[in-house]
């Protein structure tokens, strides 16, 4: 009897590994959300949100697949980037204001640096990344 019970206990546990959580592909390890519409409107893929600076900032981490694109995202103060804490609904904005120099170049990771006030995201918050009026969810923070 013993030897069935510790059976179904490592298969259930073997599926809980082979499957997440439940919670869709941001609930497995090392699975970033994407958004076409936002590759495709503002030329960027968000590749990573972490915690930074002993969790006073939160490090944005984009990759540019179009350098007109992203440069109008960037100059546009609409158009910036947000984070959106999805348990709280708190807004984040960038800390420093972006400038228009830019050399963004294609195929290059940039970031940009948001304050984390008294360390509200933590690592494992899922936050929503606003652009404009595009949005992707369900973003974990490393």
């Known amino acids: 009897m013993a030897g069935v019970v510790l059976a179904v206990v490592l298969a259930g546990l073997a599926l809980v590994l082979r499957h997440g959580d439940g919670q869709g592909s941001t609930g497995r390890s090392g ?36 350098s007109e694109k992203a ?8 158009n910036q980037p947000q984070l959106i ?10 800390r420093i204001q972006m400038t228009k120099l830019h050399d963004l170049r294609v195929g290059e990771t940039y970031f940009v640096l948001f304050y984390n006030a008294q360390g509200q995201v933590k690592p494992g918050t899922q936050v929503s990344v606003k652009i404009g009026d595009l949005q992707l969810d369900h973003v974990v923070v490393k």
């Open 71 to 78: 440069l109008s995202m960037l100059e546009n103060v609409q």
């Open 85 to 94: 804490s999805e348990a709280s609904g708190d807004v984040l904005t960038a």
């Open 31 to 66: 699975e970033m959300p994407h958004s076409e519409a936002i590759e495709q409107r503002w030329g960027v893929r968000v590749t990573q949100i972490g915690v930074s600076a002993d969790g006073g900032l939160l490090d944005f981490r984009y990759l540019v697949l179009n």
